[in-house]
């Protein structure tokens, strides 16, 4: 596609559930990002893919979160065991490599109840 | 630690006067910086962007300032238009980070016709 899709671009789910959210790059970007966005703040890095391979989770905040991109297009981030406090945007952007600039997907909106 | 500071939350200008967005950061490694346009709903949008080499960067009516000894970078938007309201993001790049963005808290800007 043109642009950078997420889907779904609304999630709501139960407190202790598992929640898997999808990421359709640009096609031929090789870099991929996931940030998280809660009310009133900018955007938080989650993790970096470069290909395939996760090249900086660093920002991801504890082992409920994982984040996979098995042939290097789709990413998903997957949530175990929701908490309330994972409610936020969740955005994706991809970009052709790590020093040029990216484009951002919509988000999804995930809200934990 | 913020890292990137946007320290007002909103600003509200008439249309046709000047917009100045500001923005301060603590790290002194990073060495590109970025702003970002945001509207409900939507993915953050690259709107411009300057190296630490550079004092100024001009795009149309968007110039950024950089003040490397002050740690300070403004937007300025003239003459500002009302299709100009949204959050505006200043992110940072750090040269050691592999494309990962430090976004600041965002300013909601309206431009009242």
């Known amino acids: 596609g043109a642009g950078v899709s997420q889907t779904p671009s609304n999630k709501v789910t139960e407190k202790g559930k598992y929640v898997e959210l999808r990421c359709d790059p640009i096609?031929?970007?090789?870099?991929l990002y996931w940030y998280r966005q809660s009310l009133g703040q900018g955007p938080e890095f989650l993790i970096y893919?470069?290909?395939?391979?996760?090249?900086?989770d660093s920002g991801l905040p504890n082992d409920r979160f994982f984040a996979v991109r098995p042939e290097g297009s789709v990413s998903t981030l997957k949530i175990q065991r929701t908490e309330r406090g994972d409610s936020a945007v969740y955005l994706c952007?991809?970009?052709?490599?790590?020093?040029?600039?990216?484009?951002f997907g919509s988000g999804t909106r995930l809200t934990v109840v | 630690d913020q890292q990137v500071k946007q320290n007002s939350p909103s600003l509200s200008v008439q249309e046709g006067r000047i917009s100045i967005l500001n923005c301060d950061y603590t790290?002194?490694?990073?060495?590109?910086f970025l702003w970002y346009k945001k509207y409900p709903a939507e993915g953050p949008t690259f709107l411009i962007s300057?190296?630490?080499?550079?004092d100024k960067n001009e795009d149309g009516r968007f110039t950024v300032f950089l003040n490397k000894s002050a740690k300070h970078l403004s937007l300025h938007i003239v003459p500002s238009q009302p299709g100009d309201s949204a959050v505006y993001f200043c992110?940072?790049?750090?040269?050691?980070?592999?494309?990962?963005?430090?976004f600041g808290q965002g300013t909601t800007l309206q431009v009242k016709p």
């Open positions: 952007a991809s970009s052709p490599g790590q020093n040029y600039g990216y484009t």
């Open positions: 096609s031929g970007h090789t870099a």
């Open positions: 893919f470069q290909g395939t391979g996760a090249a900086d």
């Open positions: 790290n002194s490694m990073f060495d590109y």
């Open positions: 300057i190296s630490s080499i550079k």
């Open positions: 992110a940072a790049k750090n040269p050691s980070n592999t494309g990962k963005l430090i």
